[in-house]
């Protein structure tokens, strides 16, 4: 079957964004791909527009511009294709976490860089994201990857934090998982609620993308106690 590179969380294989069951072995002639391919295209469109419950498969041929039989070709329902289109979008969804950090270098601006790159990726991504959090909601095998997933990029956090106890940088009473868990998550509903809810700051213009970052930054390393943030 079709699907990304596998990634690699510090030596461990990141689970997928959606259960690789709900795909079809990839056609095997140029037009087949292509058809396949503009129907993808054309799901996540629609899916992002119109949300998963109200999006009806007459929508996403109207939108692929293909006939409607032709979607059964290579998706069975609509839950085929939405792994098809969260599978496609996966390398970029990517959340870098904060992984391992070298003697040499700065905690800070490794923590910064990991905070930059989620939120970039988050916002490039933010429909497809809202998309998850609705989907989530109403299919189980959805919301056990999407679990799953979280979870991979918290054990990578907490040996980040793990790591920088180690070189006497954070605080050494925290648990490390409880810490990113609670951390991550801090992050992960910020980007939601800036990105996706589009929340406006009290003089009703949107959060500004640099003090989003400083802020989560800075808050990160305060709760770690980081030297010079105490």
């Keep these: 079957m079709e699907t990304t590179a596998p990634e690699e969380i510090d030596g461990e294989q990141a689970p997928p964004m959606a259960p690789l ?3 079809r072995e990839p056609p095997t002639t140029k037009r087949g791909a292509r058809t396949r391919a503009a129907l993808v295209k054309a799901a996540r469109k629609v899916f992002e527009r119109d949300g998963y419950l109200d999006t009806r498969l007459t929508d996403i041929t109207k939108e692929a511009q293909c006939a409607a039989g032709s979607f059964y ?3 069975a329902n609509k839950e085929e294709v939405l792994a098809a289109v969260l599978l496609e979008a996966q390398e970029d969804m990517m ?3 904060m992984g391992r950090l070298e003697g040499t270098d700065d905690p800070h601006a490794v923590l910064e860089a990991s905070n930059r790159a989620y939120l970039e990726a988050y916002k490039r991504n933010a429909k497809l994201m809202g998309l998850l959090e609705q989907v989530a909601q109403v299919e189980p095998e959805f919301r056990e990857f999407r679990r799953r997933r979280a979870d991979a990029f918290i054990r990578r956090n907490a040996r980040g934090i793990a790591d920088l106890q180690a070189r006497g940088v ?13 951390l991550s998550g801090m992050v992960s509903v910020m980007a939601y609620n800036a990105f996706v809810l589009g929340e406006r700051q009290e003089e009703g213009t949107p959060v500004d993308f640099e003090e989003l970052v400083s802020t989560v930054t800075r808050l990160w390393a305060n709760a770690l106690r980081f030297p010079g943030h105490r």
């Excluded at 954070?170 to 609670?182: G, I, K, L």
């Design 21 to 23: 069951t709900h795909l």
């Design 170 to 182: 954070a605080d050494s009473e925290v648990d490390p998982m409880m810490a990113s868990r609670a």
């Design 95 to 97: 959340h870098p976490g």
């Design 73 to 75: 070709t290579y998706f």
